[in-house]
């Protein structure tokens, strides 16, 4: 059984620019979550999905960020006009959609804005 | 609004030796879960508990083991006979029961180094 995948690990842009990742969360798991982490700090919550539908938005989450989970399957996380504060390690979650989940965490994506 | 506090900033250790990281939490509901995860210097959070707000019930595995007090809202982690390999950041987490997207709210993290 595989684990949470992340795609790309890395991705280093320069300020303006726009970028996109990937989470392919563990087969068969409903719900899937986006997290945000800066150095030093613990994991922060973004957004949630519950099969396809994004049911909850923090309000980190600025209007430059969307989300999207087509099918109900992998996850995308797009950034647009990308700023150095947006720099961080992007950690992608699923869970099997029970009462009592536990969230399993993929690698990462490392974002770098120059 | 639900909060963790981690206030070990680092942590070190020689090998062999027992070490206990402190987590404290704040949370309105009566029914709430709370995790500890392990992140390795390769950066992924790796799951190692989940206790529910109604089982205060210690646990250990292995030579982890965790310490729930609802009295003082602690959570807190022990290691026994430190190794190397358990060098990582840890992180205590808590969700809420509510109905809803059982997000996790994580504390700062604690840093433990084991020296050898």
């Known amino acids: 059984d595989t684990g949470v995948s992340q795609d790309p690990r890395h991705k280093i842009t320069k300020r303006g620019q726009n970028v996109t990742f990937r989470c392919d969360p563990i087969s068969e798991h409903n719900r899937l979550y986006w997290y945000r982490q800066t150095l030093g700090q613990g994991p922060e919550f973004l957004t949630y999905f519950q099969n396809e539908a994004q049911l909850e938005k923090s309000r980190l989450l600025s209007d430059r960020f969307s989300a999207e989970r087509p099918k109900g399957s992998f996850s995308t996380l797009e950034i647009q006009r990308t700023e150095q504060g947006d720099s961080a390690m992007y950690l992608c979650?699923?869970?099997?959609?029970?009462?009592?989940?536990?969230?399993?965490f993929g690698p990462g994506t490392r974002l770098t804005v120059l | 609004a639900q909060k963790v506090t981690q206030a070990q900033t680092e942590i070190s250790v020689v090998e062999k030796e027992d070490v206990t990281l402190d987590c404290v939490y704040e949370t309105r509901d009566t029914t709430y879960y709370l995790f500890w995860y392990k992140q390795p210097p390769s950066g992924e959070l790796v799951f190692l508990i989940r206790r529910n707000s109604f089982d205060e019930q210690n646990e250990i595995s292995g030579r982890y083991s965790w310490n729930f007090q609802k009295s003082t809202s602690s959570f807190n982690f022990t290691i026994t006979a430190s190794q190397v390999v358990d060098s990582a950041v840890y992180f205590c987490a808590l969700s809420e029961g509510r109905a809803g997207s059982y997000q996790l709210t994580f504390g700062k993290g604690t840093k433990l180094s084991v020296i050898p």
């Open positions: 979650a699923s869970s099997p959609g029970l009462r009592t989940d536990t969230q399993y």
